[in-house]
């Protein structure tokens, strides 16, 4: 089939490329044309495992094209995906003008039926919208071709989207019940085959409960990671351990074990984002959503608590004293530093007058990039990005982790205890069992697993 999607961000790139894997003719239109040279010339703007290889291998294939064509854009597909940002505006909601921006596009320069379908994240009712504003162009136009407007929503997480695509668990898809609305789900029908064969994935629903859904899954995810970070936080001080918590009502199959995991605090483009979205979507209609609200609340002060573990060992002034930080994207695999944990604890340490060396094994350049947003002169000069994990120990008062990135999963705690001052590591993402720590000589805070530590 020809697909347009609109948008190469993170989410656009791998839909784009992996139905082109599918064996579909993609065409991918993006405004920013340093973007669309950097595609064309074999580059990828974002680190995501596998990402690199299906674009080569489609583009190879001729399946796969990227341009700011917009009036080719629309030509091309009969499906257009719009996959553009949808940023938190000043009060939280979705801003939609770039969603509503790709709909008058299509509106403008459509000449046959086309499905829409939202892909990005975006509020209840958007598709109403989205369908207004093409109606509009076309209105201008005196035209009077016909459209859907259908709801896709992404379940992608960063690091793993390309085999979270290709081995989708579902697929949510929102169609109105009009002839229209029929055409569209044949067309989605037909488009999805391919991950249907063995077991039917697809949810079908009507528009607005698939957009909902994006959003209750996301909000579900956070409340469990903001449930379990209050529950660590009390785990600490009545002396228990969360891990074996965790483990214990993991089993629980109407628990489950996923998403469970005590940390650092939840970040990236998606949780803190859509939390406060559907809040805001919420206190439109006149409700408050008290669990989210608190979900939200229990994540900012949880990206404290590694810092405030700090200060509790090593006093309110930290100046002159010197840490090791490794970990720096909001999560493993990827780059994205978008409301990373790593951000809330070196400005609490740098606040407090510390040095740091710092080390991620991808998220170097984007750290210094967002660095420089975060902190001021003088304590971006207390930072120095390291080559590896171990040449930030010299000199440093103890180990800070934040990601769990697997190259810190095993490493020599010999010569970690050797380089460091002193033989401390707080570890915001529990990848040790605090028994071996102890024996290997090593002071050890993690989150929620306070009962060796406790005095
Ligand atoms: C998320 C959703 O998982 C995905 O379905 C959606 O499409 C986009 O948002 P992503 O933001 O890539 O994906 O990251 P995810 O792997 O879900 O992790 C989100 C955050 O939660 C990370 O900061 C992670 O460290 C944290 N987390 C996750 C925990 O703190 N504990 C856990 O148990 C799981």
């Given amino acids: 089939m020809k697909i347009t999607i609109i948008g190469t961000g993170y989410v656009g790139l791998v839909t784009g490329a992996c139905l082109a894997e599918l064996g579909n003719d993609v065409f991918c239109l993006d405004v920013d044309q340093k ?19 299906v674009v080569a291998r489609n583009r190879a294939a001729g399946r796969l094209q990227f ?3 917009v009036a080719a854009s629309v030509a091309h597909g009969e499906v257009q995906f719009i996959a553009v940002g949808t940023p938190p505006d000043e009060d939280g909601s979705a801003d939609l003008q770039y969603v509503l921006a790709a709909a008058r596009n299509i509106g403008k320069h459509m000449t046959g039926f086309k499905v829409v379908v939202d892909k990005s994240t975006v509020p209840v009712g958007t598709a109403d919208r989205v369908g207004a504003a093409l109606r509009t ?3 201008a136009r005196g035209e009077r071709l016909a459209f859907s407007v259908a709801s896709n929503p992404e379940f992608l997480k960063e690091g793993a989207a390309v085999e979270d695509f290709m081995r989708p668990d579902r697929i949510v898809i929102g169609c109105d019940s009009t002839p229209e609305g029929d ?15 063995n077991r039917e994935r697809t949810h079908w629903m009507d528009v607005r409960s698939s957009e909902f859904t994006k959003y209750a899954a996301n909000a579900m995810l956070a409340t469990r990671i903001s449930f379990m970070n209050e529950l660590a936080n009390l785990a600490d001080q009545v002396g228990v351990d969360i891990e074996a918590v965790r483990h214990g009502i993991g089993s629980d199959p109407r628990i489950g074990h996923s998403f469970l995991y005590a940390g650092a605090g939840y970040g990236g483009s998606c949780f803190p984002k859509d939390v406060q979205a559907l809040e805001r979507t919420a206190r439109q209609y006149d409700q408050d959503l ?12 949880q990206k404290q608590v590694l810092g405030r573990k700090v200060v509790k060992r090593f006093g309110e002034d930290l100046s002159g004293k010197h840490f090791a930080v490794w970990g720096l994207a909001f999560k493993p695999n990827t780059d994205d530093m978008r409301e990373a944990p790593a951000r809330v604890l070196l400005k609490q340490l740098l606040d407090g007058g510390a040095s740091v060396a710092v080390y991620d094994p991808v998220a170097m350049t984007e750290a210094k990039r967002v660095l420089e947003l975060d902190l001021n002169a003088g304590e971006l000069a207390r930072v120095r990005f390291a080559d590896s994990p ?8 103890a180990l800070v982790i934040v990601t769990e990135w697997k190259a810190f999963r095993s490493p020599d705690f010999d010569k970690i205890k050797a380089a460091l001052k002193q033989a401390v590591i707080f570890d915001g993402r529990n990848l040790f069992e605090p028994e071996v720590m102890a024996e290997a000589g090593f002071e050890y805070h993690g989150i929620g697993r306070s009962i060796l530590t406790r005095d």
């Fill in 35 to 53: 973007k669309i040279d950097l595609l064309n010339s074999g580059g990828i703007p974002i680190h995501e495992p596998g990402l690199d290889e």
């Fill in 67 to 69: 341009s700011t064509d």
């Fill in 137 to 139: 162009e076309l209105d």
């Fill in 183 to 197: 055409r569209a789900r044949e067309l989605l029908r037909k488009l999805y085959a391919p991950f249907n064969r």
């Fill in 290 to 301: 008290l669990i989210l609200r608190a979900v939200e609340q229990v994540n900012d002060k």
């Fill in 390 to 397: 171990m040449d930030t120990l010299t000199d440093a008062e």
